[in-house]
């Protein structure tokens, strides 16, 4: 009787696992896209606005970014230029996007032509971004952002 | 007979929470591993890029590849093999350093410096650049979904 009971919650637990797996797996591509445009739109905001506890809930502890002067920043250096004011938008101008998704990690590719002040100097050069984002938790997380400046005169 | 199947399922049970905390244990142990294995993939992507082993090229890199140069040039799979095959895209020397690497199941975020000879379209580039490159476990094989390279300003401009 005992046993029987065991063997029936041991298969109930069975069916039910690979069903919840299965139904992560075939949350529709636009669904995942508008999900991850809509934590991008708060990100966006957040940033004009110094907004500390959104940014820190968005970027993942372990964010790796790259500026575009190819410096490497961790998520308490980048959250510091927000607070401190050393980086700042003047516009905000970002679009052209392109989505990747695999499961639960997308790679969203786009083009900023924002005006943004860092330590005092102004950047209006047009760049083109990779974002990663992973869901953790529940939530989408900034894992990774790269930004690079178009058509560099240096180069 | 009762007590009999009750102590060979809380045996099985047993032994498949052993099984699931070694899997764990295996699971935390296998960071370093994984490390390993894209740096490993990487020196591969490298190799076949100076081989032009395009064979190669396209196992390694995924379907949906999102490729950023240093000029801001974004391009997608087929582009970026073109640009190896027909030699406007080659690597003099391979230089990679200062790497970091962050690992989320079967995504790899891997990000360091690079100070490779790399000609492109004829114009040589020395310049040490940053990037970031994400590898991602499709079908038991690492895949390079993205990259992005960024120039390393000169501190005094």
């Known amino acids: ?155 | 007979m009762r007590k009999l199947r009750v102590a060979v399922l809380t045996t099985i049970l047993a032994l498949g929470v052993i099984g699931v905390a070694k899997a764990q244990d295996a699971k935390n142990e296998s960071d370093a591993e994984i490390q390993r294995a894209i740096l490993a993939v990487d020196n591969e992507r490298y190799e076949a890029m100076q081989k032009k082993d395009m064979a190669a090229l396209d196992r390694l890199h995924a379907d949906g590849l999102v490729f950023i140069n240093t000029k801001g040039r974004m391009l997608n799979k087929a582009e970026y093999m073109e640009e190896i095959r027909s030699g406007n895209l080659k690597f003099l020397t391979v230089e990679t350093d200062d790497y970091t690497f962050c690992v989320y199941g079967d995504t790899v975020i891997m990000s360091g410096r690079a100070k490779s000879v790399v000609e492109y379209h004829g114009v040589v580039n020395k310049k040490p650049r940053r990037f970031t490159s994400v590898f991602i476990k499709i079908q038991g094989q690492w895949r390079l979904v993205a990259h992005q390279a960024t120039l390393i300003a000169d501190e005094s401009n």
């Open chain 1, 1 to 155: 009787m005992l046993a029987g009971r065991i063997l029936r919650m041991i298969g109930l637990i069975a069916l039910v696992c690979p069903g919840m797996a299965k139904a992560q797996s075939d949350v529709p591509s636009r669904a995942i896209q508008q999900e991850v445009l809509k934590t991008e739109a708060a990100r966006d905001e957040a940033m004009q606005k110094a907004d500390m506890a959104v940014l820190n809930r968005i970027y993942a502890d372990n964010v790796v970014i790259v500026n575009t002067r190819g410096v490497h920043l961790t998520k308490a250096q980048r959250l510091a230029d927000f607070q401190s004011g050393d980086l700042k938008f003047l516009s905000f101008d970002q679009g052209d996007y392109s989505f990747h998704i695999y499961g639960e990690t997308v790679v969203l590719n786009g083009r900023a032509n924002s005006a943004v002040q860092f330590h005092g100097k102004v950047n209006r050069v047009p760049r083109k971004f990779t974002l990663t984002y992973i869901k953790l938790d529940g939530e989408w997380r900034l894992v990774a952002q790269s930004e690079t400046l178009i058509d560099q005169p240096s180069n």
